[in-house]
């Protein structure tokens, strides 16, 4: 029997996979930032069933071009920190990927631009509110941080993931997989000997 959500579309309740469907369809053909430096194209993978959320900043030029999410080393990164191999991880039916903004922003001198405002506003609340089987969200990077859990937002990222078992086990903080992150992994090696062990039993029972 499929389960009714509270979102409605035109006055009709719409059963969860067809809401994830059409929202899908819509968010796919957004616009709203027509002056990207590449165009708009949203980066994203959504499944009615999925128990897994992760929670990142905006697709990379990389990602942009490939349109698959974490495809790249960060992605092989995030991969082993879960325990899971490419297929599960790129099934939507068990694993959702909900950037905090869905298109390549542009790059400045300091690296890629932050997610563009215009996009948490228009899309967040209501592809969340579809998501209604997730039983664990990891949230990456100071964007994600401030939206899902605005607590921690004057914590620092190490301070937030340090304090991970506050909000477990149904949210997590991580530190971005990105390689540029290494010297952090160095430095803090209890994030590796202690989270992860957890994380990856914690996937295991999910998926």
């Given at each position: 029997m499929s389960h009714a959500v509270r979102t409605r579309f035109g006055?009709?309740?719409?059963?969860?996979?067809?809401?994830?469907?059409?929202?899908?369809?819509?968010?796919?053909?957004?616009?709203?930032c027509?002056?990207?430096?590449?165009?708009?194209?949203?980066?994203?993978?959504?499944?009615?069933?999925?128990?897994?959320?992760?929670v990142g900043q905006a697709p990379g030029r990389i990602t942009h071009e490939k349109g698959v999410p974490f495809d790249?080393?960060?992605?092989?990164?995030?991969?082993?920190?879960?325990?899971?191999?490419?297929?599960t991880f790129y099934d939507a039916k068990k694993i959702a990927i909900l950037p905090m903004g869905f298109c390549f922003p542009g790059t400045g001198s300091g690296g890629d631009l932050p997610p563009r405002s215009e996009c948490a506003p228009a899309w967040r609340t209501q592809v969340l509110n579809a998501l209604t089987e997730v039983e664990l969200t990891l949230v990456i990077g100071r964007y994600a941080i401030d939206w899902h859990l605005p607590d921690y937002g004057r914590h620092t990222v190490t301070e937030a993931v340090k304090a991970w078992s506050d909000v477990w086990p149904a949210q997590l903080i991580l530190p971005h997989p990105s390689p540029r992150n290494?010297?952090?992994?160095?430095t803090?090696?209890?994030?590796?000997?202690?989270?992860?062990?957890?994380?990856?039993?914690?996937?295991?029972?999910?998926?």
């Amino acid at each position: 029997m499929s389960h009714a959500v509270r979102t409605r579309f035109g006055g009709i309740i719409m059963h969860k996979g067809e809401t994830i469907s059409h929202l899908t369809d819509q968010v796919r053909a957004c616009t709203i930032c027509s002056d990207l430096p590449l165009g708009p194209r949203p980066i994203f993978q959504l499944g009615a069933s999925a128990k897994l959320l992760i929670v990142g900043q905006a697709p990379g030029r990389i990602t942009h071009e490939k349109g698959v999410p974490f495809d790249d080393p960060s992605g092989d990164r995030l991969r082993t920190w879960l325990g899971v191999d490419r297929a599960t991880f790129y099934d939507a039916k068990k694993i959702a990927i909900l950037p905090m903004g869905f298109c390549f922003p542009g790059t400045g001198s300091g690296g890629d631009l932050p997610p563009r405002s215009e996009c948490a506003p228009a899309w967040r609340t209501q592809v969340l509110n579809a998501l209604t089987e997730v039983e664990l969200t990891l949230v990456i990077g100071r964007y994600a941080i401030d939206w899902h859990l605005p607590d921690y937002g004057r914590h620092t990222v190490t301070e937030a993931v340090k304090a991970w078992s506050d909000v477990w086990p149904a949210q997590l903080i991580l530190p971005h997989p990105s390689p540029r992150n290494n010297r952090w992994l160095k430095t803090n090696p209890w994030f590796e000997t202690t989270v992860i062990p957890a994380l990856q039993s914690r996937v295991r029972d999910l998926l």
